[in-house]
């Protein structure tokens, strides 16, 4: 899980992004429990504390690739590559997307060797959303350098060796502070909405107030962030 409070934004040139939308009204603020106690951060003021961006919202690294990955998603729909399930998901989900929406949650630092985590700020029941695993859409190579234990694969497949990531390094919601666990309690679910596909975490069971929320990263480094 990220670490610190204080990581500065050096990654993704602000002139090649689709940047965040801009705050809403009654947009629900960033919870942080740390030595001194709670408190609420307005999305503004998180970014200005963490030196993160805070992005409610798929980005992409580009226009160019931001249609070139849709007309990828749109193929494999009509392919039938991908099962029916995402698109039900979509249905169901799509108020939550559009909206950026992340559950009632809150950021706390565990210790040194986890870093911080992310946990229920109310009682959650299964199969509830917690929210979109957001990021920069980029690409990378599946054997080499460019991945990070922020990125998640993109749920677009066979298409060789180089594929499409979602970087969460420094863009990102509330769902990039989430561990590992062997035994987890979310599981992340591909969803298809708008043309494409988006990877939204979700509960397992029932979980408590203040449990911390987990899911399984996979074995490998680079398939922890997979679907």
Wanted: glycine share 6%; charged share 25%; net charge positive.
């Amino acid at each position: 899980a990220k670490t610190a409070f204080l990581c500065p934004v050096k990654y993704h040139s602000k002139k090649k992004l689709m940047l965040p939308t801009p705050p809403q009204k009654n947009e629900q603020p960033v919870i942080v429990v740390g030595k001194s106690g709670r408190r609420a951060f307005t999305r503004e003021a998180f970014q200005q504390k963490s030196g993160l961006i805070y992005t409610p919202h798929l980005q992409f690294a580009s226009e160019k690739l931001h249609q070139e990955i849709k007309q990828r998603s749109k193929a494999a729909v009509a392919l039938q590559k991908v099962s029916i399930r995402p698109a039900l998901l979509g249905k169901k989900y799509r108020e939550k997307i559009e909206e950026g929406a992340v559950n009632r949650v809150y950021i706390k630092w565990i210790e040194q060797d986890v870093g911080l985590g992310l946990f229920a700020d109310r009682d959650f029941s299964s199969e509830e959303y917690v929210g979109e695993y957001t990021g920069i859409v980029r690409k990378c190579w599946m054997f080499f350098s460019g991945c990070n234990d922020y990125c998640f694969r993109y749920p677009l497949y066979r298409i060789g060796p180089r594929i499409y990531t979602v970087d969460a390094t420094h863009y990102c919601n509330e769902t990039s502070f989430m561990n590992h666990s062997d035994t987890p309690n979310c599981e992340a679910v591909v969803v298809w909405y708008q043309d494409l596909f988006h990877i939204c975490i979700r509960t397992l069971r029932t979980i408590a107030k203040d449990e911390e929320l987990t899911f399984d990263y996979g074995i490998k480094k680079y398939e922890r962030r997979t679907v």
